[in-house]
Structures are given as C-alpha cells and as structure tokens.
C-alpha cells in the first residue's frame, strides 16, 4: 500500500497548477499575518508615543511647579517707634524700612543712617509684611511704643535662593542677589528666623503683583462661578433641545438643517463665540464687562452643541421598546420621554454634560475678549462683579516678568489639570454607576 500523503502534499502532487494556486495563497495570507502584526505595532507605537509626550509635558509642569506648594517666611520683633508715626496719617509711615532695621539689629548689625544694609535687607523680605504691621496698628493703634512680632514671607528672590534657584556657584552679576545678601539670608536661617512650611497663600490669597503673596483664590472661586452660570443655561437648554430634536420634532429638511448647523457649531473656534460675547452679551444687553456672568453665557454657548449632541446619542440608545411599551399602556409622547426615556438616558446625558463644562473651564479665548484678562486682585462676591478664572490668571503669570510666576503659574497649571481630572472623573463614575446595557 502506498503511504497516504498530507492533503497539501497530495495536492501539489497532483497538480502543478493547484500547487502554485495554494503557494500563492500562502503567501497572500502571510502578508495578510503580517500586515495586522504591523498594524498592531503602529498602535503600540502610537499610544507609547502618547503617552511619552504626556509623561514629558507632566514632567515638565510638575518638576517647574511643585516648589510653589512650599514657601520660606520670616519672623522678627519690631519696635514701633512713636517718633516715625504719624496717628493722623498712619499710612505714610514706613513700616518696611521698621521691620528691615529690626532684622539689622538682630543680626548683630550698628546704626544705619544712610539706609544702605537696611535697604539690601528690604529686598529679601515681602512688602506684605509692612502691610500686615500697618494694618494690625490701623486696627489698635495702642501697638505704638510697644514691640511687636511680625511674620511673613520672604521676597521671591530670596525664597528661590532657599529653594535652591540661586546658587553661590552662579557669577554675581549673573544672580539678583548679591553675595551679602546671600550671606544674610544664611545668617537669617542660622538664627531660626526663617521657617519653611506648607504655601497656604497659595490657596488662601487673591493675584498680586508680588509673586510671593499671589495666590488661586480669586480665580477659582471665579471659575466656579462661571461654570455654574454655564451649567444652568447649557444644561437645561441644551437637554430640552436634543429632546425636541429627537423625540417630537418632525423629520423635515428645516430639523436636518438644525441638526446639522448644531454639528458645525461644536466646531467651531471658541474665539468666535468670544466675539459673539462682546458683540451681543456685552455691546447689545449690556452686561458687566470682565464679570462671571458674562463669561458663564459665553461658555454656556461653546458648551451647549456637544451637550445637545451627547443628549441625542443617549436618548437613540434607548431602546425602542422602551417607547412601545409606554403607548402600550397609554402613555402620552410627553409622558414616555420624561417618565421612561430621558430616565434611562440620564447617565449619557449627565455624563456628555460634565464633559462639556469640563471642556469650557479650560477655555481662555473667549474670557480674554470680554474682558476677565483684567488684573482683580479681589475675590468676587457675586456673578457680576469683575473676576478672573484659572486659565487667564495662567495667561496673566505666564506673561509676568518677575521669575518668581514662573512656579506659580506651573502651580496654576497643575491645579487646573486636578480640577479637569476630577469631573472627567465623575463623569466615567456616573456612567459606570448607573449605565444600562441593553
């Protein structure tokens, strides 16, 4: 008996013509193997390419902004001398020239008539911490005479020296501080004058045009501000738009046209929707310029498209049965949408929602031209008094000069990033928590 051959075997044995047929298609389906193995390896390529740029830009934000989160302050007495007060005009006196002698003194420093020493020290201390004196003698003016201990921090120079910004190996003229003023701060820190802690400034005080005083508070509670004004215009417009759209209005070339100019609209550049905002919300109502309210109206329409877009997509993947059964058991077109459909759609809807303001906080175009580039250096108590949000006050940081922004602004970028990560966050919690497959 023969050997029985392999069926690949037999058949180019049998056949020259079947045998170059099956090589040939051995072929085709290696390069169809290797064609996906290659298209597997672009993905991969691609995502770690991403990820790369990702981990160099937060490398990059985190390694220049992490040292704002941390600050140096200094703690000396002071003797107010009644002779340098004027009580009819105690703003006039000079409170930080006070506090650099006192820190003179402390270091062991003689008489300093002409304000020479006095005024180097001057340079290495906040002039918030004359601020602070001079309301504290405002408010009880029983401190003159008497010796005090002031606090507050350093001068941003100094507070990049501590941090290791300046080094003594930089030439001198190359660094803002000089090398006695180098040698002071060392002697300032030998004596426990100088602390380092937590920077609650950061958090807890308004934009200055000192860098080491400036803080987010403004701007954030701005932004909150303004996110809830465009909450509660796009949100519930958009929502009954797409239910509109989707459930009630006729299919018709006008619903089409709407339909697609609301596409178009997602798309298009958000300065245009701030020329919009002077053009109509600013020159037209007049509302105030630079104020939450204008700012939350001009967003409310940049956010609105995607919430009316992600609204419909959530509606159509309700199931029609849903609806069947509604009428079924008499339930009128309204009844269904608000008592069934929009229930089961919810998750899509507040999910397409948060990410919609989500985008719009991060926007900086549109609040520029309505003015909220402003300097504000007071916290907004309300939607119509002048504010700023988190991304113009990086834009106003960015565009300082003093080198002490630089981190602040680092800072700005990293709280933003947090604030943007936390409702992206909620909205893939609330979709995972109450989303139904169908």
């Known amino acids: 008996m023969t050997e029985a051959l392999p069926p690949l075997a037999g058949l180019r044995a049998a056949s020259p013509a079947a045998s170059a047929v099956q090589v040939a298609a051995e072929r085709r389906l290696k390069r169809r193997y290797a064609a996906e193995q290659r298209f597997k390896w672009y993905g991969r390529l691609a995502i770690i390419l991403a990820l790369s740029f990702l981990a160099v830009l937060l490398t990059r934000i985190v390694g220049q902004g992490y040292t704002a989160f941390w600050t140096h302050s200094v703690t000396t007495q002071v003797r107010i001398d009644p002779a340098r007060v004027d009580r009819s005009y105690i703003e006039g006196t000079n409170f930080d020239q006070m506090i650099a002698e006192a820190v003179l003194v402390r270091l062991g420093g003689r008489d300093d008539p002409e304000g020479l020493a006095s005024g180097q020290i001057r340079r290495l201390l906040s002039p918030d911490l004359g601020l602070n004196l001079l309301v504290r003698v405002r408010e009880d003016p029983s401190l003159i005479g008497r010796t005090v201990t002031v606090g507050g921090a350093v001068s941003d120079e100094a507070d990049f020296y501590f941090k290791g910004g300046i080094t003594r190996e930089q030439p001198e003229g190359d660094r803002p501080l000089s090398n006695q003023q180098l040698d002071t701060l060392d002697r300032l820190q030998a004596e426990g004058l100088v602390r380092s802690g937590f920077n609650t400034t950061l958090f807890t005080r308004t934009d200055s045009t000192q860098p080491e005083i400036a803080g987010l508070l403004g701007a954030v509670i701005g932004s909150a501000l303004t996110i809830l004004v465009a909450a509660l215009l796009a949100v519930p417009v958009g929502v009954l738009a797409a239910l509109y759209l989707e459930e009630f209005s006729p299919r018709n070339r006008l619903t ?13 550049p958000s300065i245009v929707y701030g020329l919009l905002g002077v053009a109509v919300i600013l020159n037209t109502f007049g509302l105030p310029r630079a104020s939450p309210l204008a700012g939350g109206m001009v967003l409310s ?8 877009i992600a609204t419909r997509s959530a509606l159509k993947a309700v199931p029609p049965s849903i609806r069947e059964a509604a009428f079924g058991v008499g339930a009128s077109r309204t009844q269904t949408v608000f008592h069934h459909v929009l229930p089961l759609a919810m998750p899509g809807v507040m999910t397409g929602a948060i990410l919609a303001l989500a985008k719009a906080l991060g926007e900086t175009a549109p609040l520029l031209l309505i003015g909220m580039v402003a300097f504000t250096p007071s916290i907004p108590s309300g939607p119509t008094d002048a504010a700023t949000v988190l991304p113009v006050q990086i834009f106003l940081w960015n565009n300082a000069s ?15 990033l947090l604030f943007m990560i936390c409702m ?15």
């Open 256 to 268: 089409q046209f709407i339909e697609v100019n609301i596409n178009n609209l997602a798309a298009v």
């Open 301 to 308: 329409l940049m956010a609105m498209p995607t919430v009316i």
């Open 402 to 416: 003093e080198r002490g922004f630089e981190e602040r602004t680092a800072a700005a970028i990293l709280v933003l």
């Open 424 to 438: 992206n966050a909620l909205a893939i919690t609330l979709r995972r928590r109450f989303e139904r497959r169908w």
